[in-house]
Structure formats: C-alpha cells, structure tokens
C-alpha cells in the first residue's frame, strides 16, 4: 500500500496497525516521527477516552448481548446449514458474558479469603495488644525494683527505646521457627 496525503490519520492509523513503525510512516508521508505520534494520541483520546472498569464491562456486556441476539435469530430459524457450529457460537457467548459479569466464580472461595483477611487482621490487632502489654508488664516490674528516681527513668526510657527492635526479632525468630516446622 502506498501512503497519499488524502486522509494523514487513516494513512497514519492504518500504518500502525499494520505494524510498520512510526519512523517509517513519517518518512513515506513526509511528516516527522511526533506527528505520527501526535496523531496517533488524537486517535486514543478520541475514541478511548479513559472509562471506568464498570462502564467497559457493561459495553461488552452490550455488544455481547447484541451478538446473542443475531445468533439466537440464526439458531432459533435452523442451525443445520453451519452444522451447530451458531449453537456452539451461542453457548460461548453465554459463557463470556458469565465471565464478564464473574458468574463463574465460586462464592464459597471468595468468601473463604474474605474470612482469611479477617482472621489476619484479628491476629494482627492481638499481635498489637500483645506488645502493647508486654512492654507495660516490663515497665511495671522494672518500677518494682526499688531504683531511685533518675534510675528507674534511664533503665524505662531504655526499654521503650528498644522495645521495637526486640519485638521485631522476637517476631522474626519465631517467624523462622514456624518455617522450620513446616518444612519450607
């Protein structure tokens, strides 16, 4: 094909398509590589302005639908001139229209990992007690040692200073601990 200077966005679209670099296409239309480019970006925001995941479901939606239409008309007059073949098209179409709109998949699974992320957090928020806990409990012995003011100040100060990193190697020890019982 032979690019003309008739229609620049067909000449422009219908390069790319094909496969043929921007280079290319601007060195036959005597443009340069940025207005292939250019053009190219008219073309998207023109005609894919950007939709929610909503709106692009239920346009495919529609246009399945429409295709379920015209086949049903085709299967419903006599499927035996395409030996079933519309049939078998029809049954396909059901079955992307349930994956479109997620019928296809299991409740039961989803509801499992909706109950595991509420476990996790549940553990989680008690992790954070615990912790919270351990470290007043340590404060509160430490204050029954009978040091002096100043002491008692320095060695709590300590304490709440590296409780953090303590904590975080505890939970990394038994971390390495519940994979060696598990083998992994």
């Known amino acids: 094909m032979s690019f003309t200077k008739h229609n620049p966005k067909e000449e422009v679209l219908d390069?790319?398509?094909?496969?043929?670099?921007?280079a290319?296409?601007?060195?036959?239309?005597d443009i340069t590589p940025e207005e292939v480019h250019e053009i190219?970006?008219?073309h998207l925001a023109e005609n894919y302005s950007p939709w929610t995941e909503i709106e692009m479901r239920y346009l495919s939606l529609a246009r399945m639908e429409r295709l379920l239409d015209i086949l049903w008309t085709q299967v419903e007059a006599g499927d035996f001139?395409?030996?079933?073949?519309?049939?078998?098209?029809?049954?396909?179409?059901i079955d992307q229209i349930?994956?479109?709109?997620?019928?296809?998949?299991?409740?039961l699974a989803e509801a499992q990992i909706e109950l595991t992320k509420a476990q996790t957090n549940l553990i989680h928020g008690l992790l954070?007690?615990?912790?919270?806990?351990?470290?007043?409990?340590?404060?509160?012995?430490v204050q029954q040692l009978g040091l002096e003011d100043h002491q008692?100040?320095?060695?709590?100060?300590?304490?709440?200073?590296?409780?953090?990193?303590?904590?975080?190697?505890?939970?990394?020890?038994?971390?390495?601990?519940?994979?060696?019982?598990?083998?992994?």
């Open 81 to 93: 001139a395409t030996e079933g073949k519309q049939t078998t098209n029809v049954i396909k179409v």
């Open 128 to 141: 954070t007690q615990l912790r919270v806990d351990l470290m007043a409990n340590v404060i509160d012995l």
């Open 152 to 184: 008692l100040e320095a060695v709590r100060t300590q304490i709440e200073a590296s409780w953090s990193s303590w904590y975080h190697q505890a939970a990394q020890q038994a971390l390495q601990s519940a994979k060696l019982e598990e083998g992994t």
């Open 15 to 22: 390069g790319l398509i094909r496969g043929r670099s921007m």
């Open 40 to 42: 190219w970006r008219q």
């Open 24 to 29: 290319s296409i601007a060195e036959r239309m």
């Open 98 to 107: 349930n994956e479109l709109m997620a019928l296809n998949k299991d409740p």
